[in-house]
T-cell receptor, first 105, second 113 residues
């Protein structure tokens, strides 16, 4: 069993829909990392959060350390949001397998 | 300011050959790491370094060597390539630790025949 689990594995949405990607982890962490991997393969950091909520544009990340759960939300999704979203537990250097998001126009 | 660079972008090896994947950064980051990414699996840590002269093993270190003689460079050596090492390799850097924001290189796609 992977110590960092993501759901769903694949997600298809229509443009404008509200998206939620979930991440659960079994390891003890002080922070959780959300990454975005573009279709071309490049990986960029979206958020590093240790409590509560962070917002950047249309992206919102929340975390509940006690419940070992984090969510990534995308409001008003757009085709350019199509990517693989990865959560990671940096203390333990463990990564989820990723959620492949496709947003259709 | 190039950020994190990796060379080569693509490489094909025969079983038993050796090679070095290069990673360089110009952000003066202390923490550098190497990951491999395989289909259906998350990124897995191969080796990491918290500063020049210091390296340590990650989750999947077998078959790979690293060294960190300078802050800027963190090469990954495949000693005797095997088909199981076919993967996409990413180098990443962070200011001081894995809990700092990580910056990833563009990746190297390696095929071992």
């Amino acid at each position: 069993k992977n110590e960092v689990e993501q759901s769903p594995q694949n997600l298809t949405a229509q443009e404008g829909e509200f998206i939620t990607i979930n991440c659960s982890y079994s390891v003890g962490i002080s922070a959780l990392h959300w990454l975005q991997q573009h279709p071309g393969g490049g990986i960029v950091s979206l958020f590093m959060l240790s409590s509560g909520k962070k917002k950047h544009g249309r992206l919102i990340a929340t975390i509940n350390i006690q419940e070992k759960h984090s969510s990534l939300h995308i409001t008003a999704s757009h085709p350019r949001d199509s990517a693989v979203y990865i959560c990671a537990a940096p203390n333990d250097m463990r990564f989820g397998a990723g959620t492949r998001l496709t947003v259709k126009p | 300011n190039a950020g994190v660079t990796q060379t080569p972008k693509f490489q094909v090896l025969k079983t038993g050959q050796s090679m070095t994947l290069q990673c360089a950064q110009d952000m003066n980051h202390e923490y550098m790491s190497w990951y491999r990414q395989d289909p259906g699996m998350g990124l897995r840590l191969i080796h990491y370094s918290v500063g020049a002269g210091i390296t340590d093993q990650g989750e999947v270190p077998n078959g790979y060597n690293v060294s960190r003689s300078t802050t800027e460079d963190f090469p990954l050596r495949l000693l005797s390539a095997a088909p199981s090492q076919t993967s996409v390799y990413f180098c990443a850097t962070g200011a001081g630790s894995p809990t700092d924001t990580q910056y990833f290189g563009p990746g190297t796609r390696l095929t071992v025949l």
